[in-house]
Structure formats: structure tokens, C-alpha cells
């Protein structure tokens, strides 16, 4: 069986792939680039399936203003796209450069799949911890989804153990507005990974939020919730027929007093609510005249 070439890039690390990236290609490759290429700004495109979608403006105000001063230390890395070039990593730098106003940047062009290419970028990401958490998840979900990883596989690409990618992926099973509360930063994912479980993940969210509570306090009250969830409920009462409705007003209206029948089948009870000894007392009175 020839073996996947793909998979014997795992557990290399984040050094390996980003080191064999940054060399230039072997004389005669079709590749072959030097690796600091200046390409025209206006050639090259975001990559679609770039699991970062988050980008802080300031902090893309504050790279742009580098590199005004010192221009792109560190080269993008894109592949060719027909006659464009698409990023595989270095999307906030080619954002930046765009602002300060650059027409052309350098950059490392590198023939690689689809597969590989998702691979790389959240490698870069991860390790650098430029993906927010839901972001991280997708990432692994689409390798996953799309190219047969295992979790195994993933936690060997980028260096963090099953349980790691387990509890990621984990965090695709809350609801959108959870979601984007841990997009934009507001919960953490140990708060969120406390709410999977729980009846109301939104409500109890914006709890935590408000109350700008610890994780070990969402813990807290995410399990007060589950506790909650497993008390059996309480028994709905049963609909009263009109008769049974029309009796408890005539007696109510005759004692003065409010009545309550239930009744199963051939059985039941009739309780009489008073609220002062008196009323008591007249009631004991009416019944031993009986």
C-alpha cells in the first residue's frame, strides 16, 4: 500500500512545515521561486477557506503602522490560482500591508493541495494563537470533514494532545449566539465548554457575561443546571371537566368558602380552604349537623 505523503508530515510541528516553506524550492522545481518575490498587491487574493475570520483593527492599525516604518520582515506564503496568487498564510500582514499602502509585498510561492494548504494555515495560526476558539474548532472540523483526518492525526499536526482537538470540536455543539460570544472574545471557551450540557446555553451565556463570572463559577452554575434538568418533573394537573368546574362553584358560592374537587375515576377528595379559625369552626358546625 503506497503510503499517504500527507501523513507523513504529522508530528513534524509547526518548525518543520513553516521552516520548509520558508526555503527555496529545489533548482528546476516547477516551483522554483526566490523566496522573497515581490508581487503586485492587487495579484493576490484571501483564501476563502482561511479558518481565521477574526481581525482586530487596532492591532491591524498598529502592524500597518511597522511597516510603513520597516516594511514586511516576514514574507506571505501563496500558491497560484490561474493567474492570481492565493494566500496560504500571512493574511493579517497582506492586510496590513494594504492599509499602509503598499503595491507590492514579498512572497514565498509553495505548490501545494487544498489539504495541505488548510493544514498549513492553522498550524501557523494556532501555534502563533491567532485563531479565537470557534474559529480553531472549524478548522479542525473542515480537516476532518473534508480530508479524513482523525483527531489524532490533528493533535499530531499541531502539537496539543486528542483531548485538546476532542474539547475544540466540542464547542460546535453550542448555539449560535454562544458562539459568537466566543468569537468575539467575550467567553472564554472554558466557560463555553461548561455550557454544552446544559437546557439553556444563551441564557445562562449571558449570565456569565453580565455577572462576569470566573470558569469555575459557569462550572458552578452550569451544574446546578444539569442537577436541575434530572429532578423528574412535577406532575401536570389534570383538566377539570365542566361539571366537576360548575360543582366546585356551587359549593363555594353556598359555604362561602373556596372548594377544590379532584377526582379519579370512582375516587377523589374535596378540600375546603379557609383562612381563620372561625371559618374552621363553621365548618365543623355544618358537618355535625349532618
Known amino acids: 500500500?503506497?503510503?499517504?505523503?500527507?501523513?507523513?508530515?504529522?508530528?513534524?510541528g509547526l518548525a518543520a512545515l513553516i521552516g520548509e516553506?520558508?526555503?527555496?524550492?529545489?533548482?528546476?522545481?516547477?516551483?522554483?521561486?526566490?523566496p522573497d518575490r515581490l508581487v503586485p498587491i492587487e495579484q493576490i487574493a484571501r483564501n476563502p477557506r482561511n479558518p481565521r475570520r477574526q481581525f482586530n483593527e487596532a492591532d491591524l492599525q498598529d502592524l500597518s503602522s511597522s511597516i510603513r516604518q520597516h516594511g514586511i520582515v516576514q514574507p506571505v506564503v501563496a500558491r497560484m490560482r490561474g493567474?492570481?496568487?492565493?494566500?496560504?498564510?500571512?493574511?493579517?500582514r497582506w492586510r496590513a500591508a494594504q492599509l499602509a499602502g503598499l503595491v507590492e509585498i514579498p512572497v514565498i510561492v509553495r505548490d501545494v493541495d487544498d489539504r495541505t494548504a488548510l493544514e498549513i494555515a492553522i498550524?501557523?495560526?494556532?501555534?502563533?494563537?491567532?485563531?479565537?476558539?470557534?474559529?480553531?474548532?472549524?478548522?479542525?472540523?473542515?480537516?476532518?470533514?473534508?480530508?479524513?483526518y482523525t483527531q489524532n492525526d490533528l493533535g499530531e499536526i499541531i502539537g496539543k494532545s486528542r483531548s485538546h482537538v476532542a474539547n475544540s470540536l466540542r464547542l460546535l455543539k453550542l448555539p449560535e449566539p454562544v458562539r459568537d460570544m466566543l468569537s468575539s472574545g467575550s467567553l472564554s471557551a472554558g466557560h463555553a465548554r461548561a455550557l454544552i450540557t446544559t437546557s439553556d446555553p444563551a441564557a445562562l451565556a449571558r449570565t456569565i457575561v453580565a455577572k462576569g463570572m470566573s470558569v469555575r463559577d459557569a462550572e458552578r452554575l452550569a451544574?446546578?443546571?444539569?442537577?436541575?434538568?434530572?429532578?423528574?418533573?412535577?406532575?401536570?394537573?389534570?383538566?377539570?371537566?365542566?361539571?366537576?368546574?360548575a360543582l366546585e362553584r356551587t359549593l363555594t358560592d353556598a359555604l362561602g368558602l373556596e372548594v377544590k374537587i379532584s377526582h379519579?375515576?370512582?375516587?377523589?377528595?374535596?378540600?375546603?380552604?379557609?383562612?381563620?379559625?372561625?371559618?374552621?369552626?363553621?365548618?365543623?358546625?355544618?358537618?355535625?349537623r349532618k
Open 223 to 245: 451544574q446546578n443546571d444539569i442537577k436541575g434538568q434530572n429532578q423528574p418533573a412535577p406532575p401536570k394537573p389534570t383538566e377539570k371537566d365542566s361539571d366537576t368546574v
Open 264 to 288: 379519579n375515576g370512582g375516587s377523589g377528595q374535596i378540600r375546603i380552604q379557609y383562612k381563620t379559625l372561625e371559618q374552621l369552626e363553621d365548618i365543623c358546625r355544618l358537618l355535625e
Open 123 to 148: 498550524v501557523e495560526n494556532v501555534q502563533r494563537a491567532d485563531l479565537n476558539p470557534l474559529e480553531e474548532a472549524l478548522g479542525y472540523d473542515q480537516l476532518i470533514a473534508e480530508h479524513g
Open 21 to 34: 516553506m520558508d526555503q527555496p524550492s529545489p533548482v528546476g522545481a516547477p516551483t522554483g521561486v526566490n
Open 1 to 12: 500500500m503506497v503510503e499517504d505523503p500527507s501523513k507523513r508530515r504529522l508530528g513534524r
Open 83 to 92: 493567474d492570481r496568487y492565493e494566500l496560504i498564510a500571512g493574511e493579517r
